[in-house]
Structure formats: structure tokens, C-alpha cells
């Protein structure tokens, strides 16, 4: 089992910076994939940001440029730095890993809120 612990949202104005981090603990051996996701208030979970074990990285094109993951395998920790941030990034964020068996786990969220 894994579990996932997400740190670093908050409340920022449009134009500013957060990283969110996200630690595993458990059979973190196991995972291969981490991934980022957010949830806005009536729209469905989207993909953010995933990458892999072998540091390939991907991106929702809304993100591209603004926002940056990033991973530490030794701490067992994947990193989302989000700059020039705008209100329509306004989610909770959900960090997520996929096992190399297929299974998925998932963080509890963290609220990021941008005002404009």
C-alpha cells in the first residue's frame, strides 16, 4: 500500500507562484508513475502534470510553461511549481500515483486558490 500526503496550496494572488509537494510513504518501490490533477468547483478531475519513474514529464496544454513537475525519488516526492498563476487554476489538486501493477493511489487534495 501507498499512501500520499500533498503539502503547499493556498490562497495567491493572479500572477504569483505555489509548489505544491506530494510525499509517499508506504511500498513507495512500487510506484511508477506520480501525477498531479485538479478538481474545479463543478468540473471534472483533469490531468495536470504526470511523470514517470524515469523522469518523462507531460502537461495539459493550460499549464504548459507556467507550471513545472518534478520528482525526488530518493525522498519519495513529486513537486508542482506553479507560477504566473491565474484565477482559472483556481482547484483542489490531487496528487496521484499509478503502481507498475496498475493500481492507483491518491492524496486528499490541496486547496489552491488564485484571486484576480
Known amino acids: 500500500q501507498v499512501r500520499l500526503v500533498e503539502s503547499g496550496g493556498g490562497l495567491v494572488q493572479a500572477g504569483g507562484s505555489l509548489r505544491l509537494s506530494c510525499a509517499a510513504f508506504?511500498?513507495?518501490?512500487?510506484?511508477?508513475?506520480m501525477d498531479w490533477y485538479r478538481q474545479a468547483l463543478g468540473k471534472q478531475r483533469e490531468l495536470v502534470a504526470g511523470?514517470?519513474?524515469?523522469?518523462?514529464?507531460n502537461y495539459v496544454d493550460s499549464v504548459k510553461g507556467r507550471f513545472t513537475i518534478s520528482r525526488d525519488n530518493a525522498k519519495n516526492t513529486v513537486y508542482l511549481q506553479m507560477n504566473s498563476l491565474k484565477p482559472e487554476d483556481t482547484a483542489v489538486y490531487y496528487c496521484?500515483?499509478?503502481?507498475?501493477?496498475?493500481?492507483?493511489?491518491w492524496g486528499q487534495g490541496t486547496q489552491v486558490t488564485v484571486s484576480s
Open positions: 496521484h500515483a499509478e503502481a507498475y501493477s496498475r493500481s492507483h493511489y
Open positions: 508506504g511500498s513507495t518501490f512500487i510506484i511508477n508513475t
Open positions: 511523470i514517470t519513474s524515469d523522469g518523462l514529464v
